[in-house]
């Protein structure tokens, strides 16, 4: 018996229904697991990304450990007599045996140290970073005293004092800690390194030595000669 054509009609679009069905579904799918393989991919791209990061970051970290280790304890120190002790202050015992005794405590104006200041300066500053910092000795300065002019002090008072300092800083460098050098310090102030104490002296040390120059040029009108049998 053969159907009726409004039962036909029915199980047509039935079977149309269900087929469109059919495929929406396929496409959702489609879709979902598209999105699913898209946002995974992103994923572990940001994950690669990291990765990298973090290698680098471990790569470049083990560059500077290797390099700082490759600088030893008793290189920074010899550097360090280098600058200060064989430059700098032959430099300061030349510009004192130039100038007089007045010319010592004298200055141009209020503003600018007289040399005498400028030395008592620098022993203080290098017993408070170094022998204090570094070391163990109590820091027991007076800033603001070496600013004073103290006419009793001659400039033979002077090379006693920094060949005195001389022999306590080449004393504490010397035994101090290879590890130190990476120890955390609140030195006047300022949180620093060991080592960034050490480089903060040779700093200062030139710094002033400068200034000292520049006032025995002044005051005596002669070439300190400095860099005389050098072939610059």
């Known amino acids: 018996m053969g159907l009726e054509p409004t039962t036909l009609g029915t199980t047509n679009r039935c079977s149309n229904q269900l087929s469109y069905n059919h495929h929406v579904s396929i496409s959702i799918v489609n879709n979902v697991v598209t999105f699913q393989s898209f946002g995974a991919a992103n994923i572990c791209i940001s994950a690669v990304k990291i990765i990298i990061a973090l290698i680098f970051f471990i790569f470049i970290k083990q560059i500077i450990c290797t390099v700082f280790e490759m600088i030893t304890k008793q290189e920074i120190v010899q550097e360090f007599e280098l600058r200060v002790f064989d430059e700098l202050y032959p430099r300061v015992y030349k510009c004192l045996s130039l100038i007089n005794q007045d010319q010592l405590w004298d ?15 620098l022993c ?21 005293d070496e600013f004073i002019i103290h006419h ?23 035994n101090m800690p290879e590890d130190i050098l990476l120890q955390r310090k609140n030195i006047q102030g300022y949180d620093v390194t060991g080592f960034s104490a050490i480089i903060h002296v040779i700093e200062h040390f030139s710094y002033h030595t400068g200034q000292i120059t520049t006032l025995t040029k002044i005051y005596v009108d002669k070439d300190t000669g400095y860099y005389s049998g050098r072939n610059l």
Do not use: M, T, Y
């Open 107 to 121: 200055s141009p104006n209020s503003n600018v140290p007289a040399i005498g200041c400028l030395v008592l300066h």
């Open 152 to 174: 009793n002090i001659r400039k033979s008072d002077f090379i006693f004092l920094l060949e005195n300092l001389k022999v306590q800083l080449k004393n504490c460098l010397q």
């Open 124 to 144: 203080g500053n290098a017993r408070q970073w170094i022998l204090s910092g570094i070391g163990d000795d109590k820091d027991n300065r007076n800033r603001e």
